[in-house]
């Protein structure tokens, strides 16, 4: 009997407390607000979370992150690392004030880093990353509601070159377009940021760096398979050039180190392959109307 007359007072406690609170404005946000979009922090104070953030992120990698966290909890943005992977895409989620999201090479091949924190109170996160492939590779991060969303947080400015999934890439071409048997000497031959390492890229190499804005999947296939190109499948509109806005880029052929000559369509190709960064697909110059084209030199 007195533990009933407990826990009858308790609930009724309880329905006081929150009656006032219903009766004064019913449009509250602690009425309206999505749950995975609200916490309590230890003041008892009601928060949104959604909206734009950025920050830092230390250990054996050091950059900066930004992203938006949407109306439904859902966070997509992007990172850059000053040491080793370059540019990459985070996408996760938020639920109630717990922060997580994972990185992904563009393409959407994952880097195998998670980044989970808390959202520890109004405009303030704090957390830890690790890569899950290689877990001698964490640290820490931290962040906050960004003031200035239209600012980029993926600044290279007028820098030549650009890390990319680990590998460094001549950022600019030379917008000349070379004969098949000029590109490899070219990037023998380049002298750029201090490097004279260069050299031409593979195939995958080449087309690691192929972003359809529409939502087709990459890395793309080789052909036969589909897609094997940004079109492929795949109806809505897509960015030209298909390449991440870092890069300056032709919507035009460059060459690849791979040859394709046991292709039928290839049969009148040279020794090199070629990626058209008009679309994003894979193949080889037909002599009979050209064996000329753009060239982006990679060191590892």
């Not at 109630?96 to 563009?106: G, K, L, P, V, Y």
């Not at 890395?219 to 050039?241: A, F, M, Q, T, V």
Request: proline share 5%; hydrophobic share 30%.
């Amino acid at each position: 009997m007195k533990k009933f007359i407990v826990y009858s007072l308790l609930v009724l406690g309880l329905l006081c407390w929150v009656s006032p609170v219903y009766a004064a404005n019913q449009s509250s946000l602690l009425l309206t607000m999505p749950p995975i979009l609200a916490a309590i922090n230890d003041s008892n104070n009601i928060f949104s979370y959604d909206g734009n953030w950025k920050g830092t992120f230390s250990g054996t990698e050091n950059g900066m992150w930004g992203v938006t966290i949407d109306s439904n909890g859902s966070i997509y943005g992007t990172g850059c690392s000053n040491d080793l992977s370059g540019a990459f895409t985070l996408k996760g989620k938020v639920n109630n004030n717990i922060f997580s999201a994972e990185a992904f090479a563009t393409g959407g091949v994952t880097t195998g880093s998670m980044f989970s924190g808390l959202i520890i109170g109004p405009g303030t996160i704090t957390g830890t990353w690790i890569n899950n492939h290689y877990q001698d590779e964490k640290g820490t991060f931290e962040g906050a509601l960004n003031t200035n969303p239209a600012e980029e947080i993926c600044t290279y400015g007028d820098a030549q070159t650009v890390m990319w999934q680990g590998r460094e890439w001549q950022r600019f071409d030379d917008g000349t377009e070379h004969h098949e048997n000029e590109a490899e000497t070219y990037c023998q031959e380049l002298v750029l940021d201090g490097h004279s390492d260069w050299r031409l890229p593979t195939k995958d190499e080449l087309k690691s760096l192929v972003v359809c804005t529409n939502g087709t999947y990459t890395p793309l296939e080789d052909p036969p398979s589909n897609p094997n190109n940004c079109g492929d499948g795949n109806l809505l509109p897509y960015g030209i050039p298909t390449i991440d806005s870092l890069f300056s880029c032709e919507s035009s052929n460059y060459f690849a180190l791979d040859t394709y000559a046991s292709w039928p369509s290839c049969y009148y190709s040279g020794p090199l392959g070629a990626i058209n960064f008009s679309n994003g697909s894979i193949g080889c110059l037909d002599y009979k109307y050209s064996d000329y084209a753009y060239v982006r030199c990679i060191r590892d």
